[in-house]
């Protein structure tokens, strides 16, 4: 049955990441500052915050985890996931009708912001179905698979919808489309999942304490954090450490256009293409050192590829060089690997098994808070540094916030070590 499992949902993740290609926050940047520039009536701040607006989508939507974390509870996981798959794909539909206007401009963010508010449903439920199918052994390793089949499909797809764009401008009304249709596919395929101990599981969320259960109410995401202080502290460094990450991807998009005048391709090759590439090639590592490390001392390792690409972005948009720029890119990609597991698996080291949802909706929406947090104050910040003459310095404000919230990791790291050493029950504990 694992193996059946694995293999469907190896086979989904070869289609669904086609329909996410074209809604993935560094490739529709690069499309919205494009395609709506001197579009009628769209003016170039409102247009700089359709971009915050779309490239904060993914995180963005995240604030709806405990609404999906609910709504799920006690009901069969992989019905419900499908069913929010299709209605992503027809979110993607409908973007081929958003017309050249600041109207369109509108609609196209709006689209592409529902479209990730049913997406991260799928997130927030499926690493429940993860934890049911798969041993804590593998779970590393499998959802590494996972993730590097999304980034391959994702790049192939941002690079596709790149050179589309650059020969006809009418590509766009196609794109979406057939993106869609191949989703469907996707979704076709990962209904045949079966979830393990399915009645079990449903049966453990229904009886389980009131408390225990995801709640829409924000006072869920509060009584966690009271309850379990290690958690608390671990979501302070993240909420930090995530914020810099996500400060980066808007002013991007915007300093590619305005400062190098980058075509679709070139655009989409810096903020999408190169990252996605580089993922399957450290994925394994990253696998093997979160398989053997709590998250914790995972972060604390981790966290200082995203410290040095913030960096390299602050020297490329300095120099201007598009080739600094892919560099740069590249050591995100290492960070992008690494992230993807510990996003999606770091909450398990805290959480007890009835209670994965719970904690996993806190994750997701933290990352939501700060996903509607971080571009927009990009973008603020970005245009009056702008204004200076200091726009590059946008980096530098990425660079520290990501290296004090890596500081909070290390620090946390160096404390269970201290623990481990001076206390064998504590030390195994902290292992297991």
Sequence with gaps: M??????????????????????????????VKKHFADAPGVLPAELNLAVAAVTAAPSMANITSFLWAGLAHGRAKVPFIGALQVATAVMVLL?????????????????????RVFWTGVITIRTGVWRANYPHADRARIAGNMATVQSIILAATGFVVGRALDFSSTSFVVIFPV????????????????????RRLARAERDGRRQDRPSINPMSVIRVLREDHAYRRFMTWMFVFGLGNLMISAPLAIILEDRLGVSYL???????VVPLVVMPLVIPMWARLLGRR?????RAIHGWSFVLAS??????ATFESFWLFLLASLLLGIGFAG?????????HDFAPAHRDGQYMGVH?????????????????LYQWLDRHGLAPGIFVICFATNLVGLLGFVEMSAERRRAAASSPLVGAKAAS
Excluded: K
């Design 2 to 31: 694992l193996r059946a499992n694995y293999a469907r949902e190896l086979v989904s993740w070869a289609f669904l990441p086609v329909m996410l290609g074209v809604i993935e926050g560094g490739t529709v940047s690069i499309v």
């Design 95 to 115: 973007l081929a009708f958003a017309p050249r206007d600041v109207l369109g401009l509108a609609m196209f963010t709006s689209l592409v912001i529902l479209a």
């Design 179 to 198: 993106a869609a249709a191949v989703g469907l596919v996707g979704n076709a395929v990962y209904r045949r999942v079966r979830l393990r101990g399915q």
């Design 266 to 272: 070139e655009g989409i090759l810096v903020t999408t």
């Design 294 to 298: 709590h998250v914790v001392e995972f």
């Design 311 to 316: 960096a390299l972005f602050f020297v490329a």
């Design 339 to 347: 992230g993807v597991l510990a996003w999606n698996l770091g909450h």
């Design 364 to 380: 997701v929406t933290l990352t939501g808070i700060r996903g509607i947090l971080a571009p927009f104050l990009a973008v603020g």
